[in-house]
């Protein structure tokens, strides 16, 4: 009995020891810009890099100065979905409000909100033809139309053998004339990783 109690007391006392000696985890903050590559995924450097490379394209062709010519005013434009056509699940929502971010700060264009927060503005406006005073409330049917809507999606190729794996992402946006369906301007971003790991599976 006493050697099971010496048994007892050394096996708690390794389960002790096994607990506080383990590794323990540090936070250490870094700078947004700062590019960190752990998996070799899309992640926010991707992500910032093609904002702002698409953003930077679409503005710099002919579409906006004919258009700025041909109306006397800045196009009003709207960002659609991109649709993510990747093996991974990547959520497709930072790169589409981050673009939005970069053609509002632009100053080159007018702006306007996508139709999910198109829907709530409505409902408040509703709201108000009943709730608010009449100096106070809304007009319905005074919202400005986009000339422009900016959709697009993201693929992906794979290639690995072993240990190493290349990962080719490209993003492809078509700017498109509400009314007409005409494209006034189609651009890609291209990305390309390649990982190496000693004696892993991917």
Known sequence: MKAFKIVLTLMAVAIILAACGGPAKTVERKSVDEA????GRWNDTDLQL????????????NWLPEFKTE??????????????KTSE???TVPLVN???????NSGQVKFVANKQKREEIRDERMDQQTQSSE??????AAETGADFMLQGEITSITDQEGGQKVVYYQVAMELINIETNEINWKGTKQI????????SKF
Do not use: C, M, W, Y
Request: overall charge positive.
């Open 50 to 61: 093609t904002a702002e490379q698409i953003v930077r394209d679409v503005l710099s062709r």
């Open 135 to 140: 100096e106070s409330s809304k007009r319905l």
């Open 89 to 91: 699940h990547l959520d």
């Open 98 to 104: 981050h673009i939005e971010s970069e053609l509002i």
């Open 192 to 199: 390309k990783k390649f990982v190496s790991q000693k004696r």
């Open 36 to 39: 960190i590559d752990l998996s």
């Open 71 to 84: 109306n006397d005013r800045k196009p009003v434009v709207i960002v659609g979905s991109v649709r993510n």
